[in-house]
């Protein structure tokens, strides 16, 4: 059992995703139900899949001296970092608090393996030796990203970029929150970028767990996910009374159960979100709303469906917006706790999107219609390969 932990506030937040740039675009989508969804267009993919591609990234190599940065994954983050003030807001936490007192947490599984596989298509026959223009530091390293948004935000704290699969953009939450509790650190910024690559959608492809049409989370049919790319941050800070929202707890677990399968019956989730509602010193009926990790592939939501039960019951609202966003793999952890977040700002619970007949071994309260009314606390869950589990719990200050 633990001790409730002092909250964070986050001060402010952004995202980009297959949805569009920015907050408002988000919203708009969520709303309308209005599917970011595509058939495969990516790159020389010929895949019968759908994926979940940020448009224009292609067009938009980073400017002047940062373009030694340039790849796919930075270019994300770029453009995320342009949305809702966030580049501002960072500036003033600088100020306040000096810029070796802001951290730095990101996540991400692939980083921007894409450069590399567009650099082996060029090596040089005679030589073997990659195209000069290539630089692994820069692209491919996993802390690339990292390295490449602490320059451009003028961060010089802690900084570190952690690749725990489809977790890894929600742990960072949890490694903010020990920092800063620690003294290390007086503010952080935290997020993920992952963006689309031909490994990634060839090795899915390959363990047959992509769908040749949109993701189903929850449905009876439902058999695979669909594949996207997403950039997000957020800006956590010491809670000092007033209003807002903030991250309440949060749970980490790992199954030990398989490379790519979760337990079946839950046991590795269950205990992350049983954590989560610890440190946040809440029961499960205080909770107003769980964000699935919903992959849409048949393993994956039976479990977490049996640890959600085991843990709050059946009554609690649920749903996966996964068929919004698609699967955005090391950006799904930031990607969710942003729709987390703005479903407590609008008051609004988002249905299973493309559920059309729900899976009868469910016994979670999936929604399948979106639902008006106040949330003031959400449970937001991201499960990785390898049985990395995260679960944040995000709720109003006042």
Not at 123 to 142: E, I, Q
Not at 230 to 252: H, I, Q, S, T
Not at 348 to 362: I, K
Request: contains cysteine; charged residues 20%.
């Amino acid at each position: 059992m633990f001790t409730p932990i002092q909250p964070l506030r986050i001060s402010h937040f952004t995202l980009t995703s297959a949805l569009g740039r920015g907050l408002a675009a988000q919203r708009e989508a969520l709303q309308t139900e209005r599917s970011g969804l595509r058939p495969c267009d990516f790159e020389t993919a010929a895949l019968p899949a759908w994926i979940g591609r940020v448009q224009g990234i292609e067009d938009e190599p980073l400017p002047g001296d940062w373009r030694r940065h340039d790849c796919r994954n930075n270019r994300l983050a770029h453009i995320a970092l342009q949305q809702d003030g966030f580049t501002a807001a960072v500036a003033e936490a600088c100020t306040r608090y000096g810029a070796d007192r802001v951290g730095l947490f990101l996540g991400t599984s692939t980083s921007s393996i894409h450069e590399t596989e567009i650099a082996f298509r060029q090596v040089d026959p005679d030589t073997g030796r990659l195209p000069p223009p290539f630089s692994y530091r820069y692209a491919h390293n996993v802390f690339a990203a990292a390295d490449f948004v602490g320059r451009y935000l003028g961060l010089r704290g802690p900084a570190s970029m952690i690749s725990t699969a489809c977790s890894s953009s929600a742990k960072v939450f949890a490694i903010a929150h020990r920092h800063i509790h620690a003294g290390w650190c007086d503010a952080a910024v935290v997020g993920g970028v992952d963006s689309l690559c031909l490994t990634t959608l060839y090795g899915f492809s390959a363990l047959q767990v992509v769908s040749a049409q949109a993701c189903r989370p929850a449905d009876a049919q439902r058999d695979g996910i669909s594949v996207g790319e997403a950039a997000g941050f957020a800006l956590l800070e010491r809670a000092n009374g007033g209003e807002g929202y903030a991250l309440l707890g949060y749970g980490e677990s790992s199954d030990a159960h398989h490379m790519s399968t979760p337990d079946p019956e839950g046991a590795g989730a269950a205990l992350a979100m049983r954590d989560a509602l610890a440190r946040a010193g809440i029961e499960p009926a205080d909770v107003d709303y769980i964000n699935l990790h919903g992959t849409a592939t048949p393993a994956n939501d039976i479990a977490e469906d049996k640890a959600v039960c085991q843990v709050f019951g059946t009554q609690t609202p649920c749903s996966s917006t996964k068929a919004w966003t698609g699967h955005a793999l090391g950006a799904a952890g930031i990607t969710e706790a942003v729709i987390s977040l703005l479903a407590m700002q609008e008051g609004w619970l988002p249905r299973s999107l493309n559920t059309v007949n729900l899976d009868p071994a469910l016994r979670g309260n999936v929604l399948l219609a979106a639902e008006r009314r106040p949330v003031r606390r959400v449970l937001s869950n991201s499960f990785g390969f390898g049985g990395n589990n995260c679960s944040l719990l995000f709720g109003a200050l006042a």
